[in-house]
């Protein structure tokens, strides 16, 4: 889902998704820095709250594309999770036209796991925080490959 010319912009802000059932986590990243930072989590079940709150999140940050993590097995199979993460990304794409790009989100939530251990975060106090930290992980990661692919 890159923009016509299946490109990228090559600068400015990008909102990463790491989409669930019961939560969506948030990140945002700027692309000449390369870096990214948890900004959210939505906890909205309802399709419509969930897509008021990214129009909000959309607005405050203003992003150029958008990133979607893909759940896949350790081997790189399907996940049960993956088709519906697609169909996110597309209806993001849908609704506020803007470049969406699904990064493989491998191991991210157990990486999120062990940077807010690192920090002193453990048990209960985790969950809320924990899918905010794994879209910066996704985000971090397709930072970092889009900066060794320049």
Do not use: K, Y
């Amino acid at each position: 889902m890159p923009d016509a010319a299946g490109t990228w912009p090559r600068r400015g802000s990008i909102l990463a998704f790491d989409f669930g059932l019961a939560r969506i986590g948030v990140a945002v990243g700027e692309l000449e820095s390369g870096t990214a930072h948890a900004v959210d989590t939505i906890t909205d079940e309802a399709g419509r709250a969930r897509f008021a709150r990214i129009a909000d999140l959309l607005a405050e940050w203003r992003p150029v594309a958008l990133v979607v993590g893909l759940p896949v097995r350790p081997d790189g199979s399907e996940h049960e999770m993956s088709q519906r993460c697609r169909r996110f990304a597309n209806q993001l794409h849908g609704r506020f036209g803007l470049p969406v790009q699904l990064v493989d989100e491998r191991f991210s939530s157990q990486a999120a796991v062990r940077d807010l251990a690192a920090v002193g975060v453990r048990g209960r106090a985790t969950q809320p925080r924990l899918d905010a930290a794994a879209a910066r992980i996704i985000l971090q990661q397709f930072l970092d490959t889009r900066a060794h692919a320049d």
